[in-house]
RNA sequence: CGGGGCGUGGCGCAGUCCGGUUAGCGCACCUGACUGGGGGUCAGGAGGUCCGCGGUUCGAAUCCGCGCGCCCCGACCA
């Protein structure tokens, strides 16, 4: 440690918010440099290290029909028009790193390889007898987050896992897509960081089925369902729930304009009127947004939906097979001839009208009359107004009732530890990479892709493996397998006694940080315990006037004295015990 | 992109409202001594474009303008 880069923090960054931020710099394992943006000391390297190394072994398990994970590396650096080719230089939008070289050539920092991965495919492989295949490497990732965060939970430079599975048909998928499931759960298994697998979103990916590995906590950016009984889990963005009508069975009344002066907002509307939100119809705005080859259009759309739910962006994206949907501002809202507060879809021309699947099949709901303060009773979906779209589009939210048992949900926050995707043909399809099957017919292949955030991953473990007094790293990544300690390290015997220990702890094949500095027990002490390796050694004159040392394992356990004669075989009895 | 906060030695902060000696404190750092089982004590020391540029002024860390950067909330998010 005397020559260790990096040294401890007692203060604390005052930026840093997280645990795993704040316990990473104070343990002078990050340093940052940008916003989303760090450089990774020696102590933090070597556990980014063990993390790869873990996730290498999960990759090249073999699968029951032999196939494994072979790893690869592809160029960081991409030419634009691979993007181009699949689309993605729009659909992915700023999230894009371009750069531009001196032939004004344009290229981008690849934020995810799918294009690169089916290129090199397509050139290495033509025929079915090569597939299965799954290809991966761990690299750096560029995407131009517009708000990084969190310390390493969201960055703007990441190292990931990337694996492509290729197949020769939709069954092949399935099997390379459930291997890469059980792969997941072993890499966050022995990480020591529990997740659960969550129906997700595809997103600006393509394909069909897609499962994100979730982080529970409260810093978590991403919002969950999960059915306590059942164990239906899904990203809020995608979550279903049982959908019942509240008013279906009322017979259409007349509408009645009423006066609703300063009532702008469901809740106002539904307590001056004694019902309940539910018999309401609530109106946003949005903006869609499409885009082909040719370029994007933009198109105002209405939104009614009941006044008890919200929408869910990703799910009218989906109805509307949109690019990107934003909220109106206000300008747009004028412009457009809307009276927030007091629209509806009653009398409403010239503009598409989405409604959820709920909001049509209600009776009598009070909507907005398209005038300031004033709002019509008794409106109904067919006979005042109709939809040009009808989907489901609400969100889920806590409480609300599972889709598969009707048990009520629980609404968390996680972290998205790793995401496994069915890409289907889309890409090869772009890339026209193609193999020849047995009938000697030209077919695309079916990919998947798989993705882990490395850093992201890092910062779990660390929120997740911690206490008040630092960081317990987990056996499997610990940066070294035991922390030796000297105290009056210039008194007879402590010096010489460490660093034989030290050689025989190394040459037992143990991993060794080693305290030989000239500080304090308290300081040593607490920065052993804010490092968190697995195994502390004290070598103090104390013990050795007994001829022993002193272990204390970091998961809270007391000091124990074992004979000096013995230490190496305690220490790995007490490693392998944790 | 909208809202909020912040920018003064490596880190944490005070000073800024109300302009005026040499910009201060704690931690860390260097030298020496003492000390030695949970961030110890004393003495001496080094280290500063006060985020940048422009302006106001006899005089700017402080006032004004324009930028830049960082953090948080939201929007967004393969």
């Known amino acids: 440690m005397s020559h260790l880069f990096g040294k401890t ?316 949907v934003r909220y109106m501002d206000e300008d747009a809202m004028r412009k457009a001839g809307f009276v927030a507060g007091s629209a509806s879809a009653v009398g409403l021309e010239d503009i598409r009208v989405i409604a959820d699947t709920l909001v049509t099949e209600e009776r009598n709901l009070v909507a907005g009359a398209n005038k300031a303060d004033k709002h019509i009773l008794n409106t109904n979906h067919g006979r005042d107004w109709t939809a040009d779209v009808v989907a489901d589009i609400a969100l889920a939210a806590g409480g609300m009732l599972c889709a598969n048992c009707r048990t009520p949900m629980d609404e968390r926050r996680g972290i998205e530890m790793g995401q496994v995707f069915k890409l289907g043909t889309k890409y090869a399809e772009a890339f026209e990479a193609y193999f020849l099957d047995a009938e000697g017919k030209q077919r695309p292949a079916v990919m998947g892709s798989y993705g882990i955030g490395i850093e992201r991953l890092l910062a779990a473990i660390v929120e997740e493996n911690r206490d008040e007094a630092g960081i317990i790293w987990p056996r499997e990544l610990t940066p070294f397998d035991v922390h030796v300690v000297t105290l009056k390290a210039n008194e007879e015997g402590v010096r010489e006694t460490a660093d034989k220990l030290v050689h025989d702890l190394e040459a037992a094949g143990l991993s060794v940080l080693y305290d030989d500095r000239d500080e304090s027990p308290g300081v040593k002490f607490n920065d052993a315990d804010l490092l968190g390796m697995p195994v502390r050694v004290t070598v103090s004159p104390r013990n050795l006037a007994e001829n022993s040392i002193e272990l204390r394992v970091r998961t809270g356990g007391e000091n124990e004295i074992v004979p000096l004669s013995n230490a190496v075989d305690e220490v790995r009895s007490r490693l392998a015990a944790g």
């Open 9 to 324: 923090l007692r203060q604390v960054p005052a930026d840093a918010e997280t645990e795993s931020h704040k316990l990473l710099l104070r343990g002078g394992m990050i340093t940052p440099i940008s916003a989303g943006v760090y450089a990774y000391m020696p102590l933090g390297l070597r556990v980014l290290h063990k993390i790869q190394d873990i996730i290498r072994e999960e990759m090249e398990r073999e699968g029951p029909d032999g196939r494994i994970g072979q790893e690869l590396l592809m160029s960081a650096l991409v030419p634009i028009d691979y993007y181009e080719r699949s689309g993605r230089d729009k659909t992915m939008g700023d999230i894009l790193f371009r750069l531009t070289d001196h032939h004004d050539r344009d290229f981008a920092l690849g934020p995810t390889h799918e294009e690169v991965f089916v290129e090199v495919f397509k050139r290495n492989v033509q025929s079915y007898r090569d597939l299965p295949l799954m290809l991966y490497q761990i690299a750096t990732k560029f995407r131009d987050e517009p708000r990084p965060r969190g310390g390493l939970i969201r960055l703007r430079q990441f190292i990931m896992k990337d694996l492509y599975s290729f197949d020769v048909d939709n069954a092949g998928l399935d099997e390379s897509y459930q291997m890469m499931y059980a792969a997941y759960l072993r890499v966050f298994e022995r990480c020591g960081v529990p997740v659960v697998p969550a129906l997700a979103d595809s997103g600006a990916m393509g394909g069909s089925d897609t499962h994100e590995f979730l982080y529970l906590t409260e810093i978590g950016e991403d919002r969950c369902l999960l059915c306590p009984n059942c164990g239906y889990a899904a990203n809020a963005e995608v979550a279903t729930f049982v959908k019942e009508t509240a008013h279906e069975g009322e017979e259409p009344a007349a509408l009645e304009e009423i006066d609703t002066p300063g009532l702008t907002t469901i809740e106002q509307l539904a307590d001056h009127l004694g019902v309940p939100k539910s018999k309401t119809c609530k109106a946003v705005f949005y903006t869609a947004v499409f885009g082909d080859e040719s370029g994007t259009r933009e198109e105002p759309v209405f939104i009614a939906i009941r006044g008890d739910m919200d929408v869910n962006e990703a799910k009218l994206k989906n109805a509307l097979g949109a690019i990107e």
